[in-house]
């Protein structure tokens, strides 16, 4: 059985190899009660976007996670959508809203999970 953190490394894997830019995966597990990891990454297009919330659904059928909640930031979905597998909170985001809300340095005092190379 995979840990949580692999869980949530393979998923930075998986946006990483679906072209997401500049992924991280922090452990904040003890940073707060409601979730042990971000992974965080840059998206060009709103295609992009839903192809990778496709292939995280995908991953999370046969990985013992549920969706709890998929919020849109934005009206039109662009800029960040936010994907909460409970353990795990996938944000998605455009590089603007990324820069905008920073959450690598709002979340700094979470250790960066090395991922590994491609």
Wanted: hydrophobic share 35%.
């Amino acid at each position: 059985m995979k840990t949580t953190m692999e869980k949530a490394i393979e998923i930075g894997r998986l946006v990483r190899d679906g072209k997401g830019s500049d992924v991280k995966v922090l452990d904040v597990s003890k940073l707060n009660s409601w979730t042990d990891y971000f992974v965080i990454a840059t998206v060009t297009s709103s295609a992009q976007q839903q192809g990778l919330f496709k292939q995280i659904k995908e991953y999370i059928k046969d990985n013992e996670l549920e969706i709890h909640v998929t919020n849109r930031r934005t009206p039109d979905g662009d800029d960040w959508n936010l994907i909460d597998l409970g353990v795990i909170v996938v944000h998605l985001m455009s590089d603007s809203a990324r820069s905008f809300y920073d959450l690598e340095k709002l979340w700094h005092a979470g250790q960066e999970i090395d991922i590994g190379q491609e």
